[in-house]
């Protein structure tokens, strides 16, 4: 007998359509059930989770448009259970949204990791492999996490919408003041074919973590074929470890709005059309706190057009150390992108430590500065393009590219141990990536 756990209150709810009741309000449709032609059941939910519920690895599960656990509820999910997503349309692509006050307990294994793919993947229960390859990208929208931790935005306000999301919706809001805040725990968990296009270049993350507290648990993600950025943070303080990110379009890890957690043991893999390993931004706000990132391997890409190391921006603060970099074209970098992080740079708010680069005959020439430009410098703007001096230069009398020679060397090892990456899709369809 299939299981599908639901409070009372939800069962008086689930008979509605997915289009909302007459007061406007978004229920769960879980009459929705089917069973295809081997017998596997197939269950679709849409709207507001507003009580506790299970999802189990027994049933395929089907989102169609905004899914969202509200505030005090909790949506369980068993390890090796595969969901898919409807593509939706704009505004109303399927996504799922952990609000802030809801929790999310996806609790995957390496064996049984939990799978959110698309409904055009032909992945069955109990398979880990499916149909769609890293290049098949936008086909659904992604996982939302949203907290109340602190975040740095323009104005100083308290809580900010998350990109993605209509500002109709207020469970799009995250930021507040708990620095512990708790939203679950997000492990062994893979992320495919997302980032569907919701307006002019606005696309949702893989994985977005908006004001994310450190009472919350992310290890051991995977993103494949994201059409915007793999996992992005917005402010927040929470701690993730193990993440893995593929051939997604924009960044692999972008950081914004004074994030102030650890990232450790992660690794990013450029496909044909990514930017940046690695896009970090600063506080937008008075408030600022500092990011880590200790123990990472990016891995670059032969075809891609852009395809950098990293980017940092509009006065980034944190640490970036234990990087291992491999497979760029010669010509890419690393770059201080304006004025603002390279005075940071200058003032010890922002740095570097133990760069590993391999196939660069001078690591150090890739880290550049490019200064002499406002805020927001566009990286397709030639004229923005002012290397090797300026600004560092003219107060300390070096340079930051320089100075890299004190923290970055040649050789072919470093960075994450990548051994723990063998339950991840990367790892099963790849030959020699990923070990």
Known sequence: MKKFFLSLAMVSAIFVSCGGDDDGTLVVTSDDVATDDDGTVEETL?????????????????????VTVTEGATLTIEPGTIIKAFAGQEANASVLIIARGAAIEANGTADEP??????????DI??????????????????IVLGYAPISEDGDI??????????????????GTDAADNSGTISYVSIRHGGTLIGD???????????????????????????????????????????????????????????????????????????????????????????????LTLIGSDTASNGEYADYRDGAQGATMNVFATGFQ????????????????????LTFSNWVVDGVAMPNSIF?????????????????????????????????TDDAASWTTAGTTGGADTSVFGWTLAAQITSGVID
């Open 368 to 400: 550049v500065e490019r200064v002499g430009c406002a805020e927001n410098c566009d990286d397709d703007d030639d004229t923005n393009d002012i290397d090797e001096d300026l600004i560092i230069e003219a107060m300390t009398g070096s340079s930051f």
């Open 330 to 349: 010669d010509g890419k970098d690393v770059e201080l992108d304006n004025n603002g992080v390279a005075q940071n740079y200058v003032d010890g708010d």
């Open 114 to 123: 939990i799978i959110m793919t698309s409904s055009a993947d032909g992945i």
């Open 46 to 66: 849409s709207g507001q989770i507003t009580e506790d519920m299970t999802l189990t690895a027994d049933t395929i599960w089907q989102l169609d448009g905004r």
């Open 201 to 295: 270049g606005n696309e949702i993350n893989g994985l977005t973590l908006g004001g994310v507290g450190t009472g919350t648990t992310i290890d051991h993600v995977e993103v494949v074929g994201n059409v915007d950025d793999g996992v992005e943070f917005f402010g927040g303080t929470v701690n993730a470890s193990n993440l893995l990110v593929w051939a997604q379009g924009d960044d692999g890890l972008d950081i914004d709005q004074a994030y102030s957690g650890t990232i450790t043991n992660s690794v990013v893999i450029a496909g044909a059309i990514s930017d940046h390993g690695l896009e970090i931004d600063g506080p937008e706000g008075s408030f600022e706190d500092a990011f880590t990132i200790d123990g």
């Open 126 to 143: 109990g398979e880990t492999v499916g149909t769609l390859d890293e290049n098949v990208r936008g086909l659904w929208g992604g996982l």
């Open 158 to 175: 308290e809580a900010s919408q998350i990109e993605g999301i209509p500002a109709t919706d207020t469970n799009g809001l995250y930021g």
